[in-house]
Every structure is written in structure tokens, then in C-alpha cells.
């Protein structure tokens, strides 16, 4: 069983940056798949961004691309989601999850949340206007 903690969450103004953090504890994170999905208030979950097993191959949504980065170090058992030029609508609770498919990874396989088979708690971002 694997289990996902995010970190990083906060308070930050439009315009400035956090970096995210989730932590994987049990076997096998290094062959997982990777995605950072996120939940405003009255709105479905949404898909951020996604990152494959090795690294090489990363996936954002086009909402946040060219903002967001995302990245992992398996030696860590960490995915991080780096968040720049932060705007208000990226307020929302921002959640890792992990998958252990190796079916069909393409950018439709890491943009639907059934794809994955853990999810983290989530961690709250707060962007000012």
C-alpha cells in the first residue's frame, strides 16, 4: 500500500511561486506515474500536470503550461509541482496522486483521475489578488 502526503501549500500573491511536494512512503513509487490534479470550490477536479515513471516524459494542462513544472526524484520517493507566475484562479486544493498502469500512457491516460490508484490528502493554495 502506498500512501501520498502533499506539502508546500499557502498563502501567496498573484504573480509569485510555491513549490509542492508530495512524498511517497511503500514499495514501487519509482514505476509509478505521477499527476497533480486540483479542486476549486463547486468545481470538479481538474487535471494539472503529469510526469512518467523515468521523468522524461512530463504532460500540463493548458491552463498552467509554461508556468508549472513538474518533476520527481525517485531516489526521494518526491514528486514536486513548482508553481510560478501564480494567478487568483489557481486557488484551489491541490492534490498528487500516483498510478500503477502501464497501459496507455499518453496525455489522456494522465489527464483522468481514474487512471490513478492513490490519491494524497491535498494541500490548500491560496493565490491574492
Known amino acids: 500500500q502506498v500512501q501520498l502526503v502533499e506539502s508546500g501549500g499557502g498563502l501567496v500573491q498573484a504573480g509569485g511561486s510555491l513549490r509542492l511536494s508530495c512524498a511517497a512512503s511503500g514499495r514501487g513509487f519509482s514505476s509509478y506515474a505521477m499527476g497533480w490534479f486540483r479542486q476549486a470550490p463547486g468545481k470538479e477536479r481538474e487535471f494539472v500536470a503529469g510526469?512518467?515513471?523515468?521523468?522524461?516524459?512530463?504532460y500540463y494542462a493548458d491552463s498552467v503550461n509554461g508556468r508549472f513544472t513538474i518533476s520527481r526524484d525517485n531516489a526521494k520517493n518526491t514528486v514536486y509541482l513548482l508553481m510560478n507566475s501564480l494567478k487568483p484562479e489557481d486557488t484551489a486544493v491541490y492534490y498528487c496522486?500516483?498510478?500503477?498502469?502501464?497501459?496507455?500512457?499518453?496525455?489522456?491516460?494522465?489527464?483522468?483521475?481514474?487512471?490513478?490508484?492513490?490519491w494524497g490528502q491535498g494541500t490548500q493554495v491560496t493565490v491574492s489578488s
Open positions: 510526469i512518467s515513471w523515468s521523468g522524461v516524459n512530463t
Open positions: 496522486a500516483g498510478s500503477t498502469s502501464w497501459a496507455g500512457r499518453t496525455y489522456s491516460f494522465y489527464s483522468l483521475p481514474r487512471s490513478y490508484d492513490y
